[in-house]
């Protein structure tokens, strides 16, 4: 439920013409965390026990609100926004399409997130390490290459680069069915989905009224949550007919995200 408000803290200090590249270093930190966290944590729970990495979790959330207050502290004092307003649909349906669109990338990763490791272990026959090579190699996928599309989306636009990483990603997830075994590690780089998500998140910045920003990423976040519970359930139904079938719908659905975030072509709001 927090991220929502860091997402509108990053577009209300980040000029429209950085907030690509600002939210792939978001992107970029996150993936670095998932391939550190993990070992991190089970590192303290083998040496000193479960209850000490819990302790660890809370004493990096502790110094996270710490950092948090410190920059609120150097900033000017925020301006009153009154009384309580209702909802703004009127100010959020401009926003549709692109909220359709990050919720349309949910519901396609989430097809495939859950039935990529059974897939890869009954059908493609890798063993679990194997498998979890493969994951690490995601999660490096996800540290270099969310870097290069927060650049590019400064550079050529944020819906050129956000259409550019859906394809990578659609490539990625087809290759997983079709592509050799041995290339496998190197495919899986290009699954990774943290460069959508940042450029969404970006695309939603650029986008909506400042105003706004908390609501419109609460609703975001809403929409997607709700899309990612369909694919979940959409991928089940797939798997259980053909266990390639979400891998492939979801490759298919990417395409055709990725047409429509060209078609949509939405502009930024002014730096």
Same mark, same amino acid.
């Given at each position: 439920?927090?991220?929502?408000?860091?997402?509108?803290?990053?577009?209300?200090?980040?000029?429209?013409?950085?907030?690509?590249?600002?939210?792939?270093?978001?992107?970029?930190?996150?993936?670095?965390?998932?391939? %550190?966290?993990?070992?991190?944590?089970?590192?303290?729970?083998?040496?000193?026990?479960?209850?000490?990495?819990?302790?660890?979790?809370?004493?990096?959330?502790?110094?996270?609100?710490?950092? *948090?207050?410190?920059?609120?502290?150097?900033?000017?004092?925020?301006?009153?926004?009154?009384?309580?307003?209702?909802?703004?649909?009127?100010?959020?349906?401009?926003?549709?399409? *692109?909220?359709?669109?990050?919720?349309?990338?949910?519901?396609?990763?989430?097809?495939?997130?859950?039935?990529?490791?059974?897939? +890869?272990?009954?059908?493609?026959?890798?063993?679990?390490?194997?498998?979890?090579?493969?994951?690490?190699?995601?999660?490096?996928?996800?540290?270099?290459?969310?870097?290069?599309?927060?650049? +590019?989306?400064?550079? %050529?636009?944020?819906?050129?680069? +956000?259409?550019?990483?859906?394809?990578?990603?659609?490539?990625?997830?087809?290759?997983?069915?079709?592509?050799?075994?041995?290339?496998?590690?190197? *495919?899986?780089?290009?699954?990774?989905?943290?460069?959508? !998500?940042?450029?969404?998140?970006?695309?939603?910045?650029?986008?909506?009224?400042?105003?706004?920003?908390?609501?419109?990423?609460?609703?975001?976040?809403?929409?997607?949550?709700?899309?990612?519970?369909?694919?979940?359930?959409?991928?089940?139904?797939?798997?259980?007919? !053909?266990?390639?079938? $979400?891998? +492939?719908?979801?490759?298919?659905?990417?395409?055709?995200?990725?047409?429509? %975030?060209?078609?949509?072509?939405?502009?930024?709001? $002014?730096?």
């Amino acid at each position: 439920f927090g991220l929502p408000v860091v997402h509108a803290y990053i577009s209300q200090r980040v000029p429209a013409s950085q907030l690509a590249s600002t939210f792939g270093a978001l992107g970029t930190t996150t993936s670095l965390s998932f391939l %550190v966290g993990p070992t991190m944590g089970g590192f303290a729970a083998d040496r000193w026990g479960i209850p000490a990495a819990l302790w660890l979790a809370a004493g990096f959330f502790v110094v996270s609100m710490l950092l *948090i207050l410190a920059m609120r502290h150097d900033e000017e004092r925020p301006r009153a926004h009154g009384a309580f307003q209702p909802f703004p649909w009127t100010e959020i349906r401009p926003l549709a399409p *692109i909220l359709l669109i990050h919720a349309g990338m949910q519901f396609v990763g989430l097809i495939t997130t859950p039935f990529a490791t059974p897939f +890869l272990r009954e059908v493609r026959g890798l063993s679990l390490s194997e498998i979890g090579f493969i994951s690490s190699m995601q999660a490096v996928g996800g540290v270099t290459l969310t870097v290069l599309a927060g650049k +590019l989306g400064d550079r %050529v636009g944020i819906p050129i680069a +956000l259409a550019g990483a859906i394809i990578v990603y659609a490539a990625g997830i087809s290759l997983i069915v079709f592509g050799p075994l041995a290339l496998l590690p190197v *495919i899986s780089i290009f699954r990774a989905r943290a460069p959508t !998500n940042a450029l969404g998140q970006a695309m939603i910045g650029s986008q909506a009224p400042a105003a706004i920003f908390g609501r419109a990423f609460a609703t975001a976040g809403m929409i997607a949550a709700l899309a990612s519970a369909g694919g979940v359930f959409a991928g089940g139904f797939a798997y259980r007919a !053909n266990p390639g079938l $979400p891998l +492939l719908i979801s490759g298919g659905l990417a395409v055709a995200i990725a047409a429509a %975030v060209l078609w949509v072509q939405p502009g930024r709001r $002014p730096a």
